[in-house]
């Protein structure tokens, strides 16, 4: 073959490998098909599975029972109150035998009954010791949180919460790092009997100044000796110190107490709980303490004589994950001050995680969900103790409006309704009512109840979430509490890769997760990088072929 039919050919080849090489070059996106591949994602570090929806540790707790002559009411809850702090709640820690006191975390001094002044079958001299407890709190042992509290799947706010006077350790064993059940959110309900001499004691065990202010309550601005008497921040308990509130409260009623120092920082990391007055009944033994809050299970006098069935507290909190990382980000209570007080500024700040009973949805499946049967009547006592208002919805349901911020409401004030406008620190008493007529009750379900503001049904964004909980009838519940036939939805929620970000709302429904979960990345098209590999190597030797012959020709 002649030389100029050589260069011919040559000059063809490498146009039709220039061509080949256009064509193939691979692209940074690509079109997808109609439906993308299902999502493989990174799980979170804190787990490799999905959370059983109930972790059934205590179902022997579930049972009705009488401890120390106390009569506690069954609950079907996942997670029901331990029936030994029952106990110690109705009859105090002097009342009661050692092994009861020591099937609790109570101290021996938490809650002392003595002196029944009227002579009518129950103790009138109450004295309450309350500590503060810090959840999910830094540690100079290392990176890592201590007493914790998951409010949900991952999700581990820094909270500060009263809690009775405790003994022992604070974790649940020496091979954890958990908080044992006293410790935990929301502060406890407090319950005393109108009339009664409370005594409460502040036990300041944290690292910062704290008080406590009984909002509602009836009390004297000063104690019998002179001193404060009303928890103002000028008046602050400094760590280390204690200092005794007194009060003999004559109005009944659901009210408050929280601490009143900083307000707006110590009551948004969890210093508050509903402080509730019981009216004066012959032989009324009252739970003074609810942990967590959640259902009644030894209702007051009172309550029976209404003919309630069933009692339960709803607590409604909200944390800014700002002010919480705060406390999360330095173990120098100085820094913490510094930045909580000087950098920090509310006015910029967020509601992220929404709470019922000390949970976000799923936890609050656990314990705060209200488990009834038909044809029964309910008494709840509802606080919003977050900074912004609640609109309680439930469906299925109309319950009516029996009692505003502690004032029992005539009955032509009384309303019933599905949704219930709620302000920062009110209460509101209502009686729900399970009768299947149409409007008090729809009938058996697992119908859900929950603040209607959109971002009170979500955690730090994502939905479902924040402070869901369900009405749900004995029919519908499984043997631990949990809703029947829905595993589907429960397995995708009870993950923290969910509520890490990490997973597709809809990434575990088998018929629709291909269309619906993350678009992820293609599979590359390994025939087009391979056929552009080989065109563009081929292409480059002719060239230095090409190359080398005119600088032959040219020596």
């Known amino acids: 073959m002649s030389k100029k039919y050589s260069i011919l050919l040559l000059l063809i080849l490498i146009a039709a490998l220039i061509t080949a090489i256009i ?89 002392t009954m003595s002196d029944d002044v009227d002579g009518d079958g129950d103790p009138d001299v109450i004295h309450i010791k309350l500590e503060v407890v810090e959840l999910n709190g830094a540690t100079p042992d290392g990176n890592y949180l201590i007493n914790t509290y998951d409010v949900a799947p991952g999700i581990q706010p820094a909270m500060w919460v009263f809690a009775p006077k405790s003994s022992g350790m604070a974790l649940k064993n020496f091979n954890s790092r958990v908080a044992n059940p006293l410790l935990r959110a929301p502060s406890p309900v407090i319950r005393v009997e109108q009339g009664d001499k409370v005594l409460i004691t502040l036990e300041n065990t944290h690292y910062l100044p704290h008080t406590i202010h009984l909002h509602g309550v009836d009390h004297p601005w000063m ?34 107490y929280h601490c009143h120092v900083q307000t707006a920082q110590h009551l948004g990391l969890g210093m508050g709980g509903m402080f509730i007055i019981e009216e004066n009944k012959p032989n009324n033994w009252v739970q003074t303490f609810n942990i967590g809050a959640g259902q009644v299970r030894h209702p007051a006098v009172g309550v029976k004589e209404q003919h309630y ?49 000390g949970h976000s949805f799923p936890y609050t499946l656990r314990d705060a969900s209200i488990i009834a049967d038909e044809n029964e009547t309910i008494k709840l006592h509802v606080a919003n103790l977050q900074r912004s208002a609640v609109a309680i919805h439930t469906h299925g349901h109309k319950a009516t409006a029996i009692a505003y911020d502690g004032v029992e409401a005539p009955a032509g004030l009384q309303m019933t309704r599905d949704v219930f406008d709620i302000a920062p620190a009110q209460r509101i008493d209502l009686a729900l009512q399970t009768k299947n007529d149409g409007l008090h009750s729809y009938g058996a379900g697992a119908w859900m109840f929950h603040d209607h503001v959109p971002t009170g049904a979500t955690t730090d964004g994502m939905e479902p979430g924040g402070n869901i909980a369900l009405i749900l009838y004995k029919a519908l519940a499984d043997e631990q509490g949990m809703p029947k036939g829905h595993t589907e939805m429960l397995d995708q929620v009870f993950s923290k890769d969910y509520y890490a970000k990490k997973q597709a709302v809809w990434a575990n429904n088998k018929e629709f997760a291909p269309l619906l979960s993350d678009a992820g990345l293609l599979t590359p098209n390994y025939v087009r990088i391979i056929g552009f590999g080989l065109a563009a190597g081929l292409l480059i030797g002719l060239l230095l072929l090409v190359l080398r012959l005119l600088k032959r020709k040219s020596s």
Request: glycine fraction near 4%; charge should be negative.
């Open 309 to 357: 069935d069933q009692e339960y507290d709803l607590q409604y909190q909200s944390i800014d994950k700002k002010l919480a990382g705060i406390v999360q980000g330095a173990i120098d209570p100085r820094l913490i001050a510094e930045r909580m007080t000087r950098h920090y500024n509310m006015t910029e700040s967020f509601e992220n995680y929404f709470l019922l009973n």
């Open 223 to 256: 104690t019998a000796a002179g001193h404060d008497n009303d928890g103002m921040e000028e008046h602050a308990v400094f760590p280390g110190k204690q200092h005794t509130y007194e009060i003999q409260p004559r109005h009944t009623g659901t009210m408050l």
């Open 23 to 111: 064509i193939l070059v691979p692209s940074a996106t690509e079109k997808a098909e109609l439906s993308p591949p299902a999502t493989v994602y990174s799980r979170s570090e804190e787990t490799s599975s999905v959370e059983k929806p109930c972790l059934n540790e205590h179902p022997e707790w579930r049972a009705a029972q009488e401890i120390e002559g106390v009569n506690i009411a069954a609950s079907s809850l996942c997670e029901p109150d331990n029936p030994y702090d029952v106990a110690v709640a109705v009859k105090g820690t002097n009342n009661v035998s050692m092994m009861t006191l020591m099937q609790t975390h109570f101290a021996q001094d938490a809650l």
